[in-house]
C-alpha cells in the first residue's frame, strides 16, 4: 500500500539531509521531488500544487530547533499536511435511527457487493449491530447469490426477490421486512453503473428518493486511481453521498484516490478495503495512513487489529502455560491461526515503525506459514503437546510427511525451543531483571 509513493518521498527529503538550515533553495528542491512523487502516484494535479505549496509555506516559516534537522521538520510538516489532505480526522459511521439504512453506489467492478458483505460483517462484529443485507443488483448475473453465499458465510440474512427487476421496490421491501424482524442496519447493494449512464443514474436517485438513507458510501477501486476521483464528483453531485470507501488497497495500487478524493469532493473516506477476507475491512483513520506513507509505521492499527483477533481468556490460559513452560505445539499453531486473521503479512510489517522499507523488495507471501503448518500437522497429538520428545527418528517421520525437509523441520523446532525460553524468561519479572541487568551500558 503506497509503497512507490513512500519510496519516492523517502527520496525528496535527502535533499534536506545534512542541511543546517531551511532555505528557499534546499526547500524549492525538496517540494519539486514531493510535487513529482504525487503526479507519479496519480494525484489531481490541482490538490498536489496547493499540497505542496501549503508544506513550503509553512517550512519556511519554522524554526529550526537545535534538537532536530530540516529533513525531520519537514517530516512532521509533510504528516500534518498529509492528514488534513485526506479528512484530518476519522469519520465512521452513524446510526441516528433504528433501522440505519446505509445505500451503496459504485462502478461496475468497484467490488460493492464483497464491500456489503464485510461492512455487515464488520457491524455485527465490532459494533454489535444486527443488520440485514439486501440484493438490489438485478442486473449483473449471479449478483443475488453471490451476496446469499457472502450473507450465509458471515452468519447474516440477506432480502431477495427473485421475482422483481425493480431495485425501487427491493428496497423499499428490504426496509419493511428490517422493521419487522427486528434489524436495526440496512445495507443496501446497489448495481454498478456508469456515470455517463443517466437512466441508471436516475434509477439509483430514485432508490435514494424511496429509503430515505442516512449513509450513502460511494465504494471506489482505489487501483483505478484519478478516474476513480474523477467519477466520485459525478456521484456526488447526483446523491450527495456522505462517504467513500476505497477498495483493492492491497494491491498495486499508487494511492491517488486516497489522497485526492477528500479534497475534490470534500466528502471523507470512512473505509477501505485491504484484502479478500471478510475481515479485511478498516475505518480509515488520516492521521495513521499519514504515518504509513511516510514510513513511520502504524502501531496504533497493528495492536487494534491483534486486540480484535486474541481472545482474553485465552491468553490468560496461555500465559498460565509459559509460566509452568507448558508452552507447546498446540499453543504455537493457534497463535499462528490467529495472526493469520489479522490480515495480508507484508500489510502486517508495513505497520512496524521502520520495517516498512526495509520490506519493500521483499516478497511476502500469504502462505508464508503454509510449511510450519504442514510440519505441525505432521506431527502426532503426543508430540504436539511434548515437543521435547521429538528425537531424530520422528523428525525424519515428521519432514516425510509434511513434504518437508530434514532441515526445515529442525529450523522450526529450534525457533521454537528459543522462543519458548524468551516466553519462559520474560514471564518471570526476577530474571527479567536479572537480564536486564547484566546488558552492557551505553
Avoid: C
Amino acid at each position: 500500500m503506497f509503497e512507490n509513493l513512500s519510496d519516492k518521498l523517502d527520496r525528496a527529503f535527502k535533499v534536506l539531509k545534512g542541511q543546517g538550515t531551511i532555505t528557499e533553495i534546499n526547500v524549492a528542491e525538496t517540494m519539486k521531488e514531493i510535487r513529482k512523487a504525487l503526479l507519479d502516484a496519480d494525484v489531481n494535479y490541482k490538490t498536489a500544487k496547493t499540497f505542496t505549496d501549503e508544506v513550503r509555506t509553512k517550512a519556511l516559516g519554522e524554526n529550526v530547533l537545535t534538537s532536530i534537522s530540516p529533513g525531520q521538520l519537514l517530516t512532521k510538516i509533510m504528516n500534518d499536511e498529509l492528514t488534513a489532505l485526506m479528512g484530518g480526522s476519522t469519520s465512521e459511521v452513524t446510526f441516528p435511527a433504528t433501522p440505519t439504512v446505509i445505500l451503496i453506489a459504485g462502478l461496475n467492478g468497484a467490488g460493492k457487493t464483497t464491500f456489503s458483505g464485510k461492512l455487515a460483517n464488520f457491524l455485527k462484529t465490532q459494533k454489535n449491530k444486527k443488520p440485514l443485507l439486501v440484493a438490489g443488483d438485478v442486473y449483473r448475473p449471479a449478483a443475488v447469490t453471490q451476496l446469499q453465499v457472502l450473507g450465509e458465510q458471515i452468519g447474516i440474512p440477506v432480502y431477495a426477490n427473485l421475482e422483481s427487476k425493480d431495485p425501487i421496490a427491493i428496497a423499499r421491501e428490504g426496509v419493511a421486512l428490517a422493521k419487522q424482524q427486528g434489524n436495526n442496519v440496512v445495507i443496501i447493494d446497489t448495481a454498478g453503473r456508469l456515470a455517463i449512464d443517466e437512466a441508471m443514474m436516475v434509477e439509483i436517485e430514485q432508490v435514494k428518493a424511496a429509503v430515505n438513507p442516512h449513509e450513502i458510501l460511494f465504494v471506489v477501486d482505489a487501483m483505478t486511481g484519478q478516474d476513480a476521483v474523477n467519477t466520485a464528483k459525478v456521484f456526488n453531485d447526483r446523491l450527495d453521498f456522505t462517504g467513500a470507501v476505497l477498495t483493492k488497497l492491497d494491491g498495486d495500487t499508487r494511492g491517488g484516490a486516497a489522497l485526492s478524493i477528500k479534497s475534490v469532493v470534500n466528502k471523507p473516506i470512512k473505509f477501505i478495503g485491504t484484502g479478500e477476507k471478510m475481515e479485511a475491512l478498516d475505518v480509515f483513520h488520516p492521521d495513521r495512513m499519514a504515518s504509513r506513507i511516510l514510513g513511520m509505521g502504524d502501531v496504533v492499527s497493528l495492536v487494534e487489529r491483534a486486540q480484535q483477533q486474541f481472545d482474553e481468556k485465552e491468553a490468560a490460559e496461555l500465559q498460565k502455560k509459559i509460566r509452568k513452560n507448558k508452552f507447546d505445539f498446540n499453543d504455537f499453531y493457534g497463535q499462528i491461526q490467529q495472526i493469520k486473521k489479522m490480515g495480508n503479512m507484508k500489510d502486517l510489517m508495513g505497520m512496524i515503525p521502520g520495517v516498512g522499507k526495509m520490506m519493500k523488495d521483499v516478497e511476502v507471501k500469504d502462505d508464508a506459514f503454509k510449511a510450519i503448518e504442514a510440519i505441525i500437522q505432521s506431527m502426532t497429538p503426543f508430540e504436539k503437546e511434548n515437543p521435547d520428545s521429538i528425537n531424530q527418528s520422528r523428525r525424519n517421520r515428521i519432514a516425510k510427511g509434511s513434504g518437508t525437509d530434514m532441515t526445515e523441520v529442525n529450523r522450526l523446532i529450534k525457533q521454537f525451543e528459543d522462543m519458548r525460553k524468551v516466553m519462559k524468561q520474560m514471564s518471570n519479572p526476577a530474571a527479567m531483571a536479572n537480564m536486564m541487568r547484566r546488558m552492557p551500558k551505553q
